[in-house]
């Protein structure tokens, strides 16, 4: 009797693995089928609007580009070999949209998220510097001397922070086309929006690219940088 209850207990350990077996199998499928399916459809939406495809599969980078009139969009998922305390590697996002049709030649102009203003005097430089550094990484090293300033409509202002070296040349960049962009944005991360002397970038970081809905979203504030 006791043999026949190990043996059943045998049984059904197998049983066990077997099914987990199974399901694991399935996730896989399921997720590697809905990957093929996002992909694609962004391929349909490049083909409908006449932008290039180009595919991105790199042992550690993994994504696209999208190359359309006056504009590039790349969208990156990168992996490193360090193992994070999960046991997997981590993943880090660098979705920028960029064209050099349009620039600043008075200065870094950055319009992101709403950022409480802190008066704190060099502590105060400091937390925006890290903000800044969250917003553009390694680039923040660029956006020294920018200062808050206040443009656009206050609906603008409850929801976007700007800065800048020079107010006026805030005003020129922020038009009305781009305004509205900004207001109807849906996605759920807020863009930051970089005008430099080599050309315009539109950045998010925290999240994989890869929905039609996302990248329509980014060329749409495109258009608005390049004036409708």
């Known amino acids: 009797m006791e043999l026949e209850g190990e043996m059943g207990d045998i049984v059904v350990s197998l049983i066990v693995i077997v099914v987990v077996g199974i399901a694991v199998v399935a996730i896989f499928v399921i997720s590697g089928k809905k990957k093929t399916e996002r992909e694609k459809a962004i391929q349909q939406l490049a083909m409908k609007n006449g932008w290039q495809y180009e595919k991105v599969h790199q042992t550690h980078e993994k994504g696209f580009i999208l190359r359309g009139e006056d504009w590039t969009l790349e969208a990156i998922a990168s992996t490193n070999d360090t193992p994070s305390q999960a046991g997997s590697s981590e993943v880090s996002f660098a979705n920028t949209w960029h064209t050099n049709r349009v620039n600043s030649v008075g200065g870094m102009v950055l319009i992101g998220p709403k950022v409480p203003s802190v008066k704190l005097g060099g502590l105060g430089d400091m937390l925006l510097q890290k903000a800044l550094q969250i917003m553009i990484g390694e680039e923040a090293d660029q956006a020294l001397g920018l200062k808050e300033v206040f443009v656009g ?28 962009e900004l207001l109807n944005w849906k996605m759920k991360e807020i863009p930051v929006i970089k005008f430099s002397a080599g050309g315009v970038e539109i950045i998010t970081r925290q999240d994989r690219m890869d929905t039609p809905e996302k990248v329509q979203a980014v060329v749409d504030l495109g258009r608005g940088v390049l004036g409708g």
Do not use: G, I, P
């Open 153 to 180: 409509r206050t609906s603008f202002r409850d929801r976007f922070s700007v800065w800048a070296t020079d107010q006026e040349n805030a005003e020129k960049l922020l038009t009305y086309e781009l305004e509205n």
